[in-house]
Each structure stands twice: as structure tokens, then as C-alpha cells.
């Protein structure tokens, strides 16, 4: 059985400009979360899709943004990048709730 | 204050040897507890988790809940250079997981 894929494993990008990011959960899975892994912060969470519905999100701004499609992969958008945007990105599918979350690889993200 | 607190570390240990790993959490309404493990440049490993109080035990690996005392443990016997990781606990607030920053071990031949 596949894992969680995340796509693309590196981006360098310059403040101000925008990324997607892109997940593809475990097959019939339907709940993604997004976590931001910083050395100092550690991981923290974005937000929660389910069945395409944004059901939760954490305290981030709102250049920070997400989907999800019907065949559950995710991505998440963000907008107008500042250097500390620069973090791993993680990715974790479940089947509803996040007791058993599998995360993906991530997207290492570093904003120049 | 973080809601799950995790001494960073690192612990060195030599091979063979019990390792204790630690945190502490503040909301007494968590009942889900996880521990995971990172490899470097890797994702995090979801190694096991528990429901309310009580010990769990997967091979090599238990990990304990305290719920008194709000303390979570993860014991490994017998560790092996394999080990060596970031092990990363954390609580399930219901909609996300809570984590700790992670301890660093490392298992020395």
C-alpha cells in the first residue's frame, strides 16, 4: 500500500511570491492535515480537510490556504511568502480523525 | 506555555541500554497519546499510541500514560543504533495533534 506522497521534496522560492504544495494521501483515506516543522517551533498545525471541507484550521495567517479534491489529495497555498515561511511541510492522511496519522516526506520550503 | 512539553536533548546512550524518553502535557481533556519518530529528512513515523491510562507495549517499545500526573513515557529496551531518530510525542486535542519538539537520541555501537 502506497504511503502519503508530497510533491515537490525542495522549493526555493523569494519573499513575496506564492507556492502550492501538493499531497496525495494513503488510498481511502479521507481526512489530510498539514503541519508546519520549524527548529524552533516545531510542528504545528495548519489545517484539516475532509471530504473536500476545510473542517478545522490552527492559528495561522491567512496567507496560509488549502483544498482538497474529491479523490482526497490536498494542496496548500501560500501567498506572499516571508522568510519565515521557510520550514518542512507535512502532510498527514487518516481515515477520519488524527489518532492514526501517517505523514508524507514533506516539502522543505526556503524562502531567499 | 506549549501544551506538550518534551526536553529536546540530545541523549546519548550506548547500545543495549533502556531508554527513557518523556513529556508532560496541561490539558486534562486529552485521552489520546502518540509517539512518533523522525528520521532525519524524513516524515514523522507514527511508532504507537494509547488511549486514556495504562501501558502499551509493541515489541521492543512501551509507552505509558500517567494521566494523574499528566506524564507520557516511551521506554525502548534492548536500543539499537536503528534507533537513533527524534521521538516526537503528542496529544490529540480532538481536531489536530499536539506535539512536543521532539528528543534526540542517539545510539552509540
Known amino acids: 500500500k502506497a504511503g502519503v506522497t508530497q510533491t515537490p521534496r525542495y522549493l526555493i522560492k523569494t519573499r513575496g511570491q506564492q507556492v502550492t504544495l501538493s499531497c496525495s494521501p494513503i488510498s481511502g483515506h479521507r481526512s489530510v492535515s498539514w503541519y508546519q516543522q520549524t527548529p524552533g517551533q516545531g510542528l504545528q498545525f495548519l489545517f484539516e480537510y475532509f471530504s473536500e471541507t476545510q473542517r478545522n484550521k490552527g492559528n495561522f495567517p491567512g496567507r496560509f490556504s488549502g483544498r482538497q479534491f474529491s479523490n482526497s489529495r490536498s494542496e496548500m497555498n501560500v501567498s506572499t511568502l516571508e522568510l519565515g515561511d521557510s520550514a518542512l511541510y507535512l502532510c498527514?492522511?487518516?481515515?477520519?480523525?488524527?489518532?492514526?496519522?501517517?505523514f508524507g516526506q514533506g516539502t522543505r520550503l526556503t524562502v531567499v | 506555555q506549549k501544551e506538550v512539553e518534551q526536553d529536546p536533548g540530545p541523549l546519548s546512550v550506548p547500545e543495549g541500554a533502556i531508554v527513557s524518553l518523556n513529556c508532560t502535557y496541561s490539558?486534562?481533556?486529552?485521552?489520546?497519546f502518540m509517539w512518533y519518530r523522525q528520521y532525519s529528512r524524513k516524515g514523522p513515523e507514527l511508532l504507537m499510541y494509547t488511549y486514556s491510562s495504562g501501558n502499551k507495549e509493541d515489541g521492543r517499545f512501551t509507552a505509558q500514560v500517567d494521566k494523574s500526573s499528566k506524564y507520557i513515557s516511551l521506554f525502548i529496551r534492548d536500543s539499537q543504533p536503528s534507533d537513533s531518530a527524534t521521538y516526537l510525542c503528542a496529544t490529540y486535542s480532538g481536531y489536530a495533534l499536539n506535539f512536543g519538539k521532539g528528543t534526540s537520541l542517539l545510539v552509540t555501537p
Open positions: 490539558n486534562s481533556a486529552f485521552q489520546y
Open positions: 498527514a492522511s487518516s481515515l477520519g480523525g488524527s489518532t492514526e496519522a501517517f
